[in-house]
């Protein structure tokens, strides 16, 4: 009897022990299993494939799930349905959602990149390219509405070329697929993220001669959001989860490109490090990536006057109401 009561005993502590340390311990228990759809797998997002590499989710807390949406709307969608807990897009999809009269609507609460992240590839080789050579060509552009196209009229306007006039702009086809396209010989030019614009250029069936990063100037390109009924009723997971971006965000920018090219190749098993050392080296240098998370009242101001331009802004939306800043305060600190 007393053989079988310490043996109780014995299990009993040691379920106990086990209990209480759980399989990780993040803010003190397992693992909090969250999805994350992202708009497009790019090396563009370099700072979060770090995050996921070097295992910041997991110190937080956090059992991630990535998913590739393959289109801002699509990611939206698969955010307002809650087949994602969230949603990492160009911000333009909350004003759209929010003014169409969503009740649970997506809110902002870290911005990752602050420049557009793809380039404008030429058929033919152009030393010199300035904006004024795209004039009466046909360029594969993207979808109506999103951001990679938006900024691209947005450089054009700025120099004063007219995309609706001027420029033959396709946007027929699938978000992803244009490179393809290219290679097959439609359009005169295309408007490729990385590693496409890259490979095109490997490839020989094109080469980059504008950088859009640089030549559109800061904008808030992409970041992360999630419903307002999550973000209310789960704050210390999306406090987790900005904390472990916020460390991707200060190792790429305390890292080489060779060091951070290192860290994601994982990621991108498909592209050889040389390829993308080079394109993460093109990314570091045009300041691609903020320093912290913190999406500006500024930043939101001009992704408005972006959608103005392209007329796809129904109303003005007040920066509070869609952006919160708190969780990004409090990981950079």
């Known amino acids: 009897m007393k053989k079988l009561f310490s043996l109780s005993l014995v299990l009993l502590l040691c379920l106990s022990f086990l209990t209480g ?4 311990e993040g803010a003190g228990g397992d693992l909090t299993k969250v999805t994350l759809n992202e708009v497009a797998h790019s090396i563009f997002y370099a700072p979060m494939y770090v995050a996921i590499e070097e295992g910041y989710f997991e110190e937080e807390g956090i059992d991630l799930t990535l998913v590739t ?14 087949e994602a807990d969230i949603g990492f897009m160009g911000s333009e999809s909350t004003i759209y959602t929010y003014a169409n009269g969503t009740q649970d609507y997506a809110i902002t609460f870290a911005q990752l990149t602050q420049r557009a992240g793809n380039f404008l590839v030429s058929r033919t080789p152009i030393d010199n390219f300035s904006w004024d050579m795209i004039v009466g060509t046909d360029v594969l552009g993207g979808r109506p509405g999103g951001m990679p196209e938006m900024v691209f009229e947005y450089i054009l306007l700025k120099n004063n070329i007219d995309p609706k006039l001027d420029v033959n702009i396709d946007q027929s086809i699938d978000f992803g697929s244009t490179a393809a396209a290219f290679s097959g010989g ?6 490729e993220f990385e590693p496409h614009a ?6 020989g069936d094109g080469y980059v001669v504008a950088s859009l990063g640089e030549d559109s100037g800061y904008v808030p ?15 210390e997971i999306i406090q987790a989860f900005t904390n ?3 460390k991707g965000m200060d190792y790429v920018n305390s890292h080489t490109p060779e060091e951070i090219a290192k860290i994601i190749q994982p990621q991108f098993a498909e592209t050889d490090m040389e390829t993308l050392v080079t394109i993460v080296k093109r990314y570091h240098e045009q300041d691609t990536w903020k320093e912290d998370l913190i999406f500006s009242e500024d930043a939101f101001t001009l992704l408005q006057n972006i959608l103005e331009e392209s007329d796809v802004l129904p109303e003005r939306v007040p920066y509070d109401v869609l952006v919160n800043t708190e969780f990004a305060e409090k990981a950079k600190n």
Do not use: N, R, W
């Not at 949406?69 to 809650?82: H, S």
């Not at 439609?186 to 408007?191: A, K, P, R």
């Open 21 to 24: 340390c759980g399989s990780k």
């Open 69 to 82: 949406g393959f289109g801002a709307d699509k990611t939206m969608t698969a955010l307002l349905t809650g």
């Open 186 to 191: 439609q359009g005169d030019f295309t408007v």
């Open 198 to 203: 890259t490979a095109l250029e490997l490839k």
């Open 221 to 235: 390109y992409t970041a992360f959001s999630a419903k307002k009924s999550y973000i209310e009723e789960h704050p």
């Open 244 to 246: 472990a971006l916020q």
